[in-house]
């Protein structure tokens, strides 16, 4: 099976040896994401909601660069720093989609890349 690497200058460039996303058939992985302002290496972190938002906007970034959308998505895994974000982060995600949720878990981690609050990844379907 073929695979295409996704990429866009819309969302932060990976920080390491991985794609922003990879096409595998109809499947599409979304590496995770944290709240990095594209094109700079500054994070939007005043608070868990501006983090959270910015991550949804890295993914939505994405997703449109494979020409999907949050409708697509299928399978999202958060990683928090502290369950206590939880509910912060479950309310502002929850705007993101209508009906037809994705399959979900969400774990506490010890820790996160650049000391960030929360990283999500992503499955879609095309």
Aim: glycine share 4%; no cysteine; proline share 5%.
């Amino acid at each position: 099976m073929e695979k295409t690497i996704i990429y866009t200058q819309n969302a932060p460039a990976p920080i390491g040896p991985y794609s922003q996303a990879v096409r595998a058939g109809d499947l599409l992985f979304l590496s995770g994401q944290i709240a990095l302002i594209p094109g700079t290496e500054q994070l939007n972190n005043e608070t868990i909601e501006a983090e959270t938002i910015q991550i949804m906007k890295n993914l939505a970034s994405v997703l449109d660069q494979s020409g999907a959308d949050f409708s697509n998505i299928v399978k999202t895994t958060i990683f928090l720093s502290d369950m206590s974000h939880f509910a912060k982060v479950n309310e502002i995600y929850a705007t993101y989609f209508s009906s037809n949720y994705p399959a979900r878990e969400t774990v506490a981690v010890k820790g996160l890349p650049k000391n960030v609050n929360v990283e999500i990844s992503m499955i879609a379907v095309l």
